[in-house]
């Protein structure tokens, strides 16, 4: 996190740098003319030291310009934008070093190529400006990039889970109770948990629960499934012996106020997932089920009886072993909610792990392809023989087949009704490319009763004919295909 202070001379050392190299003076030229040693310079420039004003002066009048312009945090027309990118809450909160970033290299490009960049910094703020692209939603997307930056498995995170259970000598049979993980969040932290309070607050139904830090009371809401109280209960455990300071209190987020509070929240979310399912065994487990020759639903949903944990907790789980343990790194996961009249879907979370996979969120008002898994699963929700007077979780696997691509992957997809929402369902699937090394891991894909469709991303952009749950027409492709005809039409001419 960078200070005030830092910003300032950052600026200050930016100017200093893009006025020196305009004018062509090297360190020692510019040493000579203000009598400041070239190692002094080079800390200004760096951002590392602020001079005093005489110092200032002297290197205004060298550099041409005068006091006022390089102690102030504006600039040149040419210059500007990248102040403003430097004064941003994004160069305040976003830490550059999770990524392998340096700030010093980064300015040093600045100033090499300043029109070029400047060009690309306004560019990128319009963008943000006109799709509304708040803080929150540049928070989630980087914290998406940091997730596959890493393929999403972090090993000292699957190690404090393993410590944690030793340290405490923790060697009970799997799955991990409520009372159990109750009793530790008690015996080591001194937190009681409390399912009372929360649910008598009307305006609260929607949230799962809520942490009072000095209370030390971990509220609960009314009608959580046993395996929706194991994740929140291993999450504080998370937060606590992972010491996070910068966090939520709330299950979903209210306000994103920094990417550290976020990237804190994934950290105590994967260390759940990992002490409640636990890396070798799950993996153990996946090997088994990868020999089956057919597939069935139960493959899925007898992970979920044993290790008591919600379907999106097992997905996400799997979005950390399968790149590590197994070698499959192309894959997504998608997380849909349906409208209680089953007409319009929102796609509420995606990872894409290695490059930008379809599906993939949608910000265009279009609507996504009803031939997806991840909506006939929600849809399947309301059938006689499943619907919600039944079961209330379907799985279901599909193999689709991008139109207009060579691009295929294998879709397992969990449904549920919403929590405090029966009659909208929502859905999660796990996404993987198709290719040979996936096909020479799981056996079921050879699997004639696996089914197989046609899909895309939305309506508005598939040409797939007689399509029987078409939802919208094909406008995209109908609009190319006018102005296709334009060029033929000039080609004549």
């Known amino acids: 996190m960078l200070s005030e202070e830092k910003i300032i001379r950052l600026i200050l050392g930016f100017k200093v740098r893009h006025l020196r190299q305009q004018k062509g003076l090297s360190y020692q030229e ?48 040419k210059l500007q934008p990248i102040i403003d990118l430097l004064t941003s809450k994004f160069f305040k909160l976003f830490p550059l070093d999770e990524f392998g970033i340096s700030l010093e290299k980064l300015l040093e490009l600045f100033t090499q190529t300043p029109d ?30 940091y997730q596959d930056m890493h393929n999403n498995y972090f090993p000292e995170l699957e190690a404090a889970s393993r410590e944690f259970k030793q340290e405490f000598s923790i060697r009970g049979t799997l799955p991990y109770t409520v009372a159990f993980l109750e009793d530790q969040l008690l015996e080591l932290y001194g937190i009681r948990v409390d399912r009372d309070q929360l ?3 009307k305006q609260l139904a929607g949230i799962r629960s809520f942490f009072h830090h000095e209370k030390k009371i971990l509220f ?22 992972l010491q996070l300071g910068e966090r939520p209190y709330e299950t979903t987020i209210l306000q994103i106020d920094s990417f550290e509070q976020l990237l804190n929240n994934y950290k105590a979310s994967h260390f759940a997932a990992a002490l409640l399912m636990d890396e070798e065994e799950l993996a153990r487990d996946l090997r088994q089920i990868a020999r089956n020759n057919t597939w069935h639903p ?12 919600t379907a999106e907790m097992l997905l996400q789980r799997l979005t950390n072993i399968l790149p590590h343990h197994f070698g499959l790194e192309d894959l997504f996961f998608i997380r849909l909610t349906g409208s209680e009249d089953l007409k319009s879907f929102t796609m509420t979370k995606d990872l894409h792990l290695s490059q930008l996979h379809s599906p993939y969120n949608n910000e265009l008002d279009e609507h996504y392809c009803n031939r997806w898994v ?3 699963s929600i849809k399947d929700l309301r059938l006689p023989q499943k619907g919600l007077h039944g079961p209330d979780l379907i799985a279901d696997a599909q193999i689709s087949r991008y139109w207009n691509s060579d691009k295929e992957y294998l879709c397992l997809s969990l449904a549920k009704p919403a929590f405090g929402r029966p009659k909208r369902g929502v859905s999660v699937t796990l996404g993987l490319l198709v290719d040979p090394k996936l096909r020479s891991i799981f056996y079921f894909l050879s699997d004639p009763q696996l089914k197989v469709r ?40």
């Open 220 to 241: 609960l809401q009314h009608g959580l499934a046993e395996a929706q109280e194991n994740f929140l209960l291993a999450r504080e455990l998370g937060f606590q012996y």
């Open 30 to 77: 510019l040493s000579t003319t203000t009598k400041l040693s070239t190692s002094y310079l080079n800390d200004i420039e760096k951002g590392k030291r602020y001079p005093k004003p005489d110092k200032i002066s002297q290197l205004a009048q060298a550099l041409g310009v005068d006091y006022n312009y390089l102690v102030a945090t504006n600039a040149s027309k």
């Open 298 to 309: 139960d493959l899925l949903l007898d992970l979920l009886r044993k290790y008591q944990v």
């Open 454 to 493: 046609q899909v895309h991303t939305t309506c508005e952009r598939c040409g797939v004919p007689d399509c029987e749950v078409r939802v919208a027409s094909p406008k995209v492709i109908e609009q190319m295909e006018k102005r296709d005809q334009v060029f033929h039409a000039l080609a004549d001419l």
């Open 199 to 201: 649910p008598q607050q």
């Open 374 to 376: 991840s909506i006939s």
């Open 116 to 145: 070029k960049v400047n060009a690309f910094i306004s560019t990128i703020f319009k963008i943000a400006r006109n799709y509304q692209v708040d803080e929150s939603q540049f928070y989630l997307e980087a914290l998406r990039s």
